[in-house]
């Protein structure tokens, strides 16, 4: 049975394809059409669907769009419909946006909106590119509709976290902007049976409290988040008296979020690309530190309440590793899972996951996410023919890891593109640019090859067995860190071998790999330690500032020539500049 999981209503929007429990492929939209994050949350883009991530699913199973049996849509309009089309049909201004200011709970774009999402089968049945429309020949809109499955957005979330991961006793924990009406969710998944405990509702959003100050510090919303997580190191929280009035938890597990006036309380919005004083840095260190403290609340009342041993976790507030580490770190739980596509992209995912569930009922579980290398990959072949035709010089070295070890270990910097691509907004070895960490100056390095602000961290990847060697945690056991979710202090005796990933407050966004994750990625890294003696790289993504992480040897190609790149590993070739 193939279940095809589409996220398409606000943004990230991405296609996952399961096949009897197990995941054959996911991907977001914009690795293919080149429009980071696919495209903009706004109401008149809702009807887009990624006709390109679907068509790369549907060819990873070898499959025409009539051989699916379910779509499942992650969002579920029937909860707003009594609200707006009680009698099957909308009324739209003809200028919305001079009818009244969108609220967080409402808009005069939500009929067309609305519209929009019910009618997105059809979209699906009709809407196909052209170049793209051999796989989507065969079905008929009546023939979608008979097997579509709209699924509240914060129940595919939810699924994304306890249908991916290694439990099977979890709490669950859910945050983001919004989606129908819930902005957070708890739940408890035991046994095979998922239970939601309590959700918060609109206009109550820690994900629209952070949009709203990323915003107000001249950021974009929806997209530059974790920016401001990485401007909070730099600042004290002067603040958090201010935002613990706004944020207010209750002794149940709720929360509300009071109205903000940011200009009243700090000044003018810094414009985007202004300089960044101090007060920006205590604005967003004084919004983390309340996050951090909020979500602890909330996590130990989820667990008296479950009494479970595990959190799994999703929504785009779970990619902030640094409440994350807290949570692991401070937590009641044991152990603290986070689905590497929190953002709305592992929706599409979820709902998947959670269809192909209820039309199995009694299978029981036969996949757990262990790596997130779900993406597309290109054969030694495809890409050696690429080469030749764009009449590229390359050569084909006896060894792609002992080569670039050694350019690494030289002060290069390196394109590396090897087998599937990633989903979800990290990078983790198989689109990603690399460099060694024992160079102080490494990162403002990175930053200038990707046009990226100066303030920003540069992440580390470790062998998993050695990570305690180099990174701290006061939990037993190894670092296992595959996804790159968690911060860990840098070791003191390591700090001064490594300074390029260990950010101004001491702690670094760490990925762990074992060999049979990705052999190429983690026989690198060894062959760069035998070399220095670390066995640590940097790791960031393979794209420069605006455009999406690469996806094809096209993609790769493009960023190494137009940017400063040293060198290209892709597949087992090598290209390299000469100065």
């Known amino acids: ?49 990624p006709f390109h991530a679907i068509d790369y699913c549907l060819a990873q199973a ?22 707006q089309a009680a009698d099957g049909h909308i009324t739209l201004p003809l200028e919305p946006s001079r009818s009244g200011s969108p609220t967080a709970t409402s808009s005069p774009w939500d009929p067309l909106f609305l519209s929009y999402v019910v009618n997105a089968p059809r979209q699906l049945a009709d809407g196909a590119p052209h170049h793209l429309q051999e796989r989507f020949r065969g079905a008929t809109s009546g023939d979608i509709q008979r097997r579509w499955h709209f699924v509240e957005h914060h129940l595919a979330h939810e699924a994304s976290a306890f249908l991916a991961a290694p439990f099977d006793d979890t709490a669950v924990l859910t945050m983001d902007g919004r989606g129908e009406r819930a902005t957070t969710s708890y739940g408890h998944y035991v046994d095979g049976s998922y239970r939601r405990i309590k959700q ?10 952070y949009e709203e100050v990323t915003r107000h510090l001249g950021f974009l919303h929806s997209s530059d988040e974790y920016k401001v997580m990485a401007l909070a190191s730099f600042g004290q929280p002067r603040h958090a008296d201010f935002f613990e009035e706004v944020m207010r938890v209750g002794d149940d597990g709720g929360y509300t979020v009071s109205p903000l006036s940011l200009a009243q309380r700090f000044g003018p919005a ?10 920006h840095y205590d604005l967003a260190r004084s919004l983390q530190f309340a996050l951090e403290q909020t979500v602890e609340r909330m996590a130990r009342w989820l667990h008296r309440e479950t009494g479970s041993p595990n959190l799994c976790m999703a929504g785009g507030v779970a990619l902030n590793c640094v409440m994350n580490a807290r949570l692991r770190e401070r937590g009641p739980f044991r152990e603290v899972w986070v689905q590497p596509a929190a953002g709305d992209s592992g929706t599409s995912l979820g709902a998947a996951l959670w269809v192909d569930s209820q039309q199995r009922p009694g299978q029981g579980r036969s996949w757990t996410m262990d790596h997130a290398f779900l993406g597309p990959a290109f054969d030694d072949d495809e890409i050696e ?14 060894d792609i890891a002992e080569a670039t070890a050694e350019l690494l270990a030289q002060d290069k ?38 046009d990226r602000e100066d303030f920003r961290p540069v992440a580390p990847v470790v062998m998993e067995e050695r990570a305690r060697e180099w990174f701290a945690t006061s939990r037993p056991g190894p670092i296992v860190a595959p996804f790159m979710l968690f911060v860990f202090d840098v070791l003191a005796d390591k700090a001064d071998r490594i300074p390029a990933v260990r950010h101004t407050d001491g702690t670094a966004r760490v990925q762990t790999v074992r060999r049979e994750q990705h052999p190429a990625y983690y026989d690198l890294i060894a062959a760069f330690e035998r070399r220095t003696g670390v066995p640590v790289l940097v790791n960031t ?3 420069t500032r605006g455009e999406p992480v690469v996806c094809s040897p096209r993609d790769a190609i493009e960023c190494f020539w137009t940017s400063p790149l040293d060198a290209l590993a892709i597949g087992s070739f090598l290209l390299e500049k000469t100065a």
């Open 62 to 83: 070898g499959i025409d769009i009539h051989q699916v049996d379910h779509f499942a849509y992650s969002y579920d309009p029937s909860l707003l419909l009594q609200e």
């Open 1 to 49: 049975m193939y279940t095809l999981g589409i996220n398409a209503v606000y943004h990230d929007c991405s296609a996952t394809l399961v096949r009897d429990g197990v995941v054959l492929a996911a991907a977001e939209e914009e690795r293919f059409s080149r429009v980071k994050h696919g495209k903009r949350p706004l109401p008149f883009t809702t009807w887009q669907l």
């Open 270 to 279: 810094r414009l985007r690309g202004g300089p960044l004083e101090q007060h």
């Open 385 to 398: 023919a690429f080469l030749q035709r764009s009449k590229l010089r390359y050569r084909k070295p006896a």
């Open 413 to 450: 910097i390196i394109g590396w593109f090897q087998g599937r691509m990633e989903f979800g907004p990290r990078a983790l070895g198989a689109r990603s640019i690399l460099a060694s960490p024992i160079s102080p100056d490494m990162q403002s390095r990175l930053n200038e090859i990707k």
């Open 541 to 543: 993504s393979f794209n």
């Open 200 to 209: 918060i509702d609109l206009p109550h959003s820690l994900g629209l409290l």
